[in-house]
């Protein structure tokens, strides 16, 4: 992750900056008011990004569960303000009613994120931005990473990881009930 702040570097932003920002084409999250500039994912990432979004679009969406969004803000805190985007989130009915998503970056926190990690990502920074999400009242984290076709399931209430491998499932439990994915079609070519 680069870290860019487009203001001297004691001027913390807000998330108003950052949607200003981003009509300059600038792409990145803020973190306690410092803006960290995401660089453009590549093919592979987007890929598997899509291909996950679209089985829990799928499922939420047959079921009538909630709502599935990607690469959205998420406005986790203010003064300073924190605005992270999951590659993929699931909301269920409970905590976004229908017709309640927000113009801007919402306040509602997902039930269910997914990061697909980056040529670019540090591994301690990706642990730290799944422990966040955890820390703000998601459930379930699941962190895909591309180079090893492994996913790590990081859940609410507990330090533990689970790491899972191609011959396994990804399952949403008690976050998402009946969602099964075959690691092995995720990580197809």
Do not use: C
């Not at 017709?99 to 997902?110: Q, S």
């Not at 997914?114 to 670019?120: A, K, L, T, W, Y």
């Amino acid at each position: 992750m680069t870290t860019t702040t487009r203001r001297s570097p004691t001027t913390l932003l807000t998330a108003d900056d950052l949607l200003r920002l981003s009509s300059d084409d600038v792409s990145g999250e803020l973190i306690r008011g410092r803006l960290f500039e995401l660089p453009r994912p590549g093919m592979r990432h987007g890929q598997l990004a899509l291909r996950l979004g679209a089985q829990l679009l799928n499922h939420v969406e047959a079921r009538q569960l909630g709502t599935v969004v990607s690469e959205v803000g998420v406005l986790l805190e203010r003064e300073p303000d924190t605005v992270r985007a999951p590659d993929a989130a699931y909301f269920s009915h409970a905590r976004l009613p229908i017709g309640g998503a927000a113009e801007r970056y919402g306040d509602t926190v997902p039930e269910l994120v997914v990061e697909v990690v980056s040529p670019s990502d540090r591994r301690s920074e990706v642990y730290d931005k799944a422990r966040m999400w955890l820390s703000f009242g998601v459930l379930l984290a699941w962190v895909v990473f591309p180079q090893t076709r492994t996913v790590e399931v990081h859940r609410a209430g507990t330090d533990e990881v689970e790491t899972l491998a191609l011959g396994d499932d990804l399952g949403g439990g008690s976050v998402l009930p009946g969602f099964v994915y075959p690691l092995r079609h995720l990580f197809a070519a």
